[in-house]
């Protein structure tokens, strides 16, 4: 079986709620009369958003972006949420559904702000995300090979940056001849 790990994000939990979000959302606004088409298709739309912006920001190269993603996930889930109550009030959907809907997004959203808090110390204790370059790098520094002074190889030099990755590419890897 062929494993593709762009598509992990399949496995976290936030991720199968969200889901389990939007078909409960489909099915409470699915049915709503013509003239409230608009309300329902917000509230669908706001629900989408909740498990895409998860996946999308998984599917990024950095613990910043994917940061970024999982807040507006956040985002988009208190506009879900918002709706809910304010579709309630109107009586555009029955305190059943209201219930089923703003229990697995108090579920949701504490997932989600467990995951937020995670990374945020993941990226507080500089184990981003790297690129190749910057991990080999980070290796040769643990190693003890680091260099402090300028050398002739192929090697990528590695420095210390305040910007971003804690540590970044001086040169490519690449030779000139490959």
């Known amino acids: 079986m062929?494993?593709?790990?762009?598509?992990?994000?399949?496995?976290?939990?936030?991720?199968?709620?969200?889901?389990?979000?939007?078909?409960l959302n489909s099915q409470a606004f699915g049915s709503l009369p013509y003239e409230l088409k608009r309300i329902a298709s917000q509230a669908l739309a706001s629900s989408d958003s909740v498990h895409r912006n998860i996946a999308e920001g998984y599917c990024r190269?950095?613990?910043?972006?994917?940061?970024?993603?999982?807040?507006?996930?956040?985002g988009s889930l208190g506009e879900s949420v918002s709706g809910l109550h304010a579709y309630r009030v109107a009586n555009?959907?029955?305190?059943?559904?209201?219930?089923?809907l703003d229990k697995l997004a108090f579920k949701l959203?504490?997932?989600?702000?467990?995951?937020?808090?995670?990374?945020e110390k993941k990226k507080l204790d500089g184990l981003d995300?790297?690129?190749?370059?910057?991990?080999?790098?980070?290796?040769?520094?643990?190693?003890?090979?680091?260099?402090?002074?300028?050398?002739?190889?192929?090697?990528?030099?590695l420095q210390?940056?305040?910007?971003?990755?804690?540590?970044?590419?001086?040169?490519?890897i690449i030779s000139k001849g490959g």
């Open 2 to 23: 062929l494993k593709n790990k762009n598509r992990d994000y399949q496995q976290l939990r936030v991720w199968q709620d969200a889901i389990e979000f939007y078909r």
């Open 61 to 74: 190269r950095s613990v910043r972006e994917y940061l970024n993603f999982l807040n507006i996930t956040l």
């Open 92 to 100: 555009q959907i029955s305190e059943d559904n209201f219930q089923v």
């Open 109 to 119: 959203e504490n997932g989600l702000l467990k995951l937020v808090e995670s990374f």
């Open 129 to 157: 995300r790297q690129s190749d370059c910057q991990r080999k790098q980070r290796n040769i520094w643990v190693a003890g090979l680091g260099y402090s002074e300028p050398h002739h190889s192929n090697t990528p030099l």
């Open 160 to 172: 210390h940056s305040n910007k971003g990755a804690p540590w970044t590419c001086s040169r490519p």
